[in-house]
């Protein structure tokens, strides 16, 4: 496999193609690192290639905040401006300003 460049980067609100839910990216995978168990459980028709970029998302819909793991073929910029109303993204990120989330600086030692 010959993993892509992300189209999308960390702190960004994105939306999802098909499925009604939006969220902002934590972390980015350069390809697929997921269990097969959970690649296997989407059905084949739908299933995305491994080869791309996978996002993990804190993402809402109108019912609940929850954790997703999304390909980037799946993914579209949100363009609402509006910021992502997940119960933690303020443990990831500091601020959100024009439409993005600011990380939250690592301490380190």
Do not use: C
């Amino acid at each position: 496999m010959n993993p892509r460049t992300a189209k999308f980067a960390i702190g960004q609100v994105v939306k999802h193609r098909v499925f009604p839910f939006r969220g902002v990216i934590f972390d980015v995978d350069p390809q697929f690192a997921n269990s097969e168990e959970w690649w296997e459980s989407i059905p084949a028709e739908v299933r995305p290639s491994k080869d791309q970029p996978f996002y993990h998302l804190l993402a809402e819909n109108a019912q609940s905040s929850y954790v997703a793991y999304v390909s980037e073929q799946n993914l579209l910029p949100d363009e609402s401006g509006e910021p992502v109303a997940h119960p933690q993204t303020e443990l990831i990120f500091e601020e959100f300003e024009q439409g993005r989330y600011q990380l939250k600086p690592r301490i380190t030692h």
